[in-house]
T-cell receptor, first 116, second 115 residues
Framework: AQKVTQAQTEISVVEKEDVTLDCVYE???????LFWYKQPPSGELVFLIR??????QNEISGRYSWNFQKSTSSFNFTITASQVVDSAVYFC?????????????FGKGTTLSVSS | DVKVTQSSRYLVKRTGEKVFLECVQD?????MFWYRQDPGLGLRLIYF???????EKGDIPEGYSVSREKKERFSLILESASTNQTSMYLC??????????????FGPGTRLTVT
């Protein structure tokens, strides 16, 4: 069965610290997609990144980077030099290519608090 | 920019009432979804629709129904609201049916309280 686990419920850091949010997934499909979403206090989920199962290249976008490792079924998210504006709930999600309707399977989320 | 709007940000209803949550997207997306979000449980899929008048049950459909008469509009219906349906409800849409590649675009959410 498909599943996404975000073991860290809450993380608190001080500004300028680096922080890594962990995501471990389970799926039987060979073709699948992984996503990260950010939910700021305003409530609306914002798409950050997607990866397909055939692309294990790491991705960097500004202060954000993602490490996808199929060998460990992980898709971790690192924020470098964190800022107060990074405070949010972050969700990792999985969708499978063969699943009708392309519904996302979400982890339970990690609440990140960045203090100044 | 894709826009997904939900009819209310906050809603308070009484037990037993019939409740309608409306969602509209303006980008001609094929797929639409309803999730509920609860602390410690993340987002759970209630229903989704990959075409007009088509609907599929998600993980927690009990106590809910949906309607999609037009492509841009997807309604979630609580036939007889109960206190355990107090939650944040999120609507989303995505472009292409039959593929898991497309990201979903989310509305701002409706925080429903049933008293």
């Amino acid at each position: 069965a498909q599943k996404v686990t975000q073991a860290q419920t809450e993380i608190s850091v001080v500004e300028k610290e680096d922080v890594t949010l962990d995501c471990v997934y389970e799926t039987r499909d060979t073709t699948y997609y992984l996503f990260w979403y950010k939910q700021p206090p305003s409530g609306e989920l914002v798409f950050l990144i997607r990866r397909n199962s055939f692309d294990e290249q790491n991705e960097i976008s500004g202060r954000y980077s993602w490490n996808f490792q199929k060998s460990t079924s992980s898709f971790n998210f690192t924020i470098t030099a964190s800022q107060v504006v990074d405070s949010a709930v972050y969700f990792c999600a999985l969708s499978e290519a063969e699943q009708a309707g392309t519904a996302l399977i979400f982890g339970k989320g990690t609440t990140l608090s960045v203090s100044s | 920019d894709v826009k997904v709007t939900q009819s209310s940000r906050y809603l308070v209803k009484r037990t037993g009432e019939k409740v309608f949550l409306e969602c509209v997207q303006d980008m001609d997306h094929e797929n639409m979804f309803w999730y509920r979000q609860d602390p410690g449980l993340g987002l759970r899929l209630i229903y989704f629709s990959y075409d007009v008048k088509m609907k599929e049950k998600g993980d927690i459909p009990e106590g809910y129904s949906v309607s999609r008469e037009k492509k841009e509009r997807f309604s979630l219906i609580l036939e007889s609201a109960s206190t355990n349906q107090t939650s944040m409800y999120l609507c989303a849409s995505s472009w292409t049916p039959g593929t898991g590649w497309d990201e979903q675009y989310f509305g701002p959410g409706t925080r429903l309280t049933v008293t």
